[in-house]
């Protein structure tokens, strides 16, 4: 009988102890291998989930914060709250709405702002964003130039246009006598409380729907608007003012006539 080599058998010993620390080496490695894929994984889920909840929040806090008294939140069709209750207030005491004050942005609110956004000469989208707020006077914070707070700086930049467009030429007194009577209008139990109220008021100030309308404010109108704001009244008190060599209208001509200045008659 042949007898195995002591040597031989010490090499094979050898052989598989290598290979048995290669096996525990490799299944080290896909431990390792396996917890550094969970980890990124686990890593990645709560990033998302860190991201994803600050989003959450955010929106939270802008739909409870923001949206509702936001002067320019973006209403439109399928809208609600309390912006859509003053588009909706202000689009009746214009005339353009007369069904339920509920706060809720329906069809007929879409169709009486597509009205005014027409009247106005604004995109007939029906949809009430930042451009159509300002228009409807609900846009903009309180001006420090005038002295009565009641108005924004929307109504004042509103009241220069106004100024611009049917004083133009006119000279400076005559251009404050306008913003006066507007700002009379406002006042008298006759006209809508409001100053965009008074000037989008169907069929009271023509140069709404003119080319007048659309040209750049004078800075003289800005000035003018400011110091009728501030009390200024060179008409006298008139509520009604027109010009006799461009108008024939009866009613117009039946007025009081108070004060004149320049090509304008001013009236009671």
């Not at 209403?75 to 069904?99: D, F, P, R, T």
């Not at 846009?139 to 700086?153: K, L, Q």
């Not at 704001?229 to 006539?257: C, E, I, Q």
Request: aromatic share 12%; glycine share 10%; charged share 20%.
């Amino acid at each position: 009988m042949a007898k195995f080599p002591l040597y031989a058998f010490s090499g094979y010993k050898k052989r598989i102890g290598d290979f048995y620390e290669l096996f525990v080496a490799r299944k080290a490695m896909e431990i390792i291998m396996k917890n550094k894929i969970i980890k990124s994984i686990i890593s990645l889920m709560l990033a998302f989930a860190i991201i994803f909840g600050f989003a959450g929040a955010g929106l939270i806090v802008y739909d409870t914060f923001i949206k509702e008294t936001s002067v320019y939140a973006l209403s439109k069709l399928g809208s609600s709250g309390s912006e859509v209750k003053k588009i909706q207030q202000k689009l009746q005491s214009l005339g353009y709405y007369n069904g339920s004050i509920d706060g809720i942005y329906g069809s007929a609110t879409k169709k009486a702002v597509t009205a005014f956004q027409k009247n106005c000469g604004l995109t007939a989208d029906g949809i009430c964003g930042k451009t159509t707020l300002l228009y409807l006077g609900l846009g903009g914070s309180s001006s420090g130039d005038t002295s009565n707070g009641a108005y924004s700086s929307a109504d004042v930049e509103l009241l220069a246009k106004v100024i611009s467009a049917e004083a133009r030429g006119e000279s400076y007194e005559g251009q404050v006598a306008v913003g006066a009577v507007i700002l009379n209008r406002v006042a008298h139990p006759s006209f809508p409380d409001t100053l965009s109220g008074v000037v989008y008021q169907k069929g009271a100030f023509s140069c709404v729907n003119d080319s007048n309308w659309y040209q750049p404010v004078a800075e003289s109108s800005k000035r003018a608007a400011t110091d009728a704001l501030n009390g200024w009244d060179p008409s006298g008190g008139a509520v009604y003012y027109f010009n006799p060599a461009k108008t024939n209208d009866k009613f117009m001509h039946s007025r009081t006539v108070i004060k004149e200045i320049g090509n304008h008659r001013f009236c009671i």
